[in-house]
């Protein structure tokens, strides 16, 4: 079974002052970077999701995916298009992660695949909180998210989780928690004390 992994790249940053959080710098090494050496060795095609430039990711020699829907301006719109683009290359489960948790655990698509490949989508969590953009999605599912999108204006992640009925499946947050993501400058130093102790 093929699997597609996206990194879902969009966002503005706005608690970064609009510095883009993939290529904020942490260990000498983009964000970004971090999330692929994590996320990439466990699918079998790895891809961005992002809107403008994608010379910008050049460095990293992965397929950039951009939105296909000018309408959303959500992370779901990073969801729809990597889900397009998995049913485009025939593949049967997509695995999503935002470009900002630098700490991915190396057995995340293992353990979301186990209930995704019967519930069909199965999202992460971690110390009482569920990350909706960390999850796996069948294939199957792209026609019914466009009906949820166009037809009944559905826009959040949470929303779309829910009405997958996605099985949440939990992580122990000690040593820390592996779904820690880089949102202000104050979280950036954290990942470097996180990276010096482990």
């Known amino acids: 079974m093929k699997i597609i992994g996206a ?25 970004i970077l971090h999330v692929i050496e994590q996320f990439e060795p466990q699918v079998d095609q790895l891809v961005i999701n992002a809107n403008g430039d994608a010379a910008r990711f050049s460095e990293f020699g992965l397929e950039v995916v951009p939105d296909a829907l000018s309408s959303l301006t959500t992370p779901l719109a990073g969801l729809h298009a990597a889900l397009v683009f998995t049913k485009k290359v025939e593949a049967k489960m997509l695995v999503t992660v935002p470009s900002d948790t630098p700490f991915l655990p190396f057995n995340l698509v293992a ?4 209930k995704a490949l019967v519930r069909g989508a199965a999202i992460a969590a971690s110390g009482d909180q569920e990350h909706y953009i960390i999850g796996a999605w069948k294939t199957d599912l792209l026609d019914d998210l466009d009906r949820a999108i166009t037809s009944d204006n ?4 949470k929303d779309w989780a829910q009405r997958a009925a996605a099985q949440s499946v939990i992580w122990p947050v000690e ?22 102790a482990s």
Request: no cysteine; glycine share 10%.
């Open 7 to 31: 990194i879902i790249a969009g966002g503005r940053s706005s608690r970064m002052g609009g510095r883009e959080k993939a290529f904020l710098e942490l260990a000498s090494k983009p964000v």
């Open 111 to 114: 353990k979301l695949l186990e």
């Open 154 to 157: 559905l826009f959040r992640v």
């Open 175 to 196: 040593p820390y928690d592996p779904f820690f993501n880089v949102n202000a400058p104050e979280d950036l130093r954290i990942a470097e004390q996180i990276l010096g």
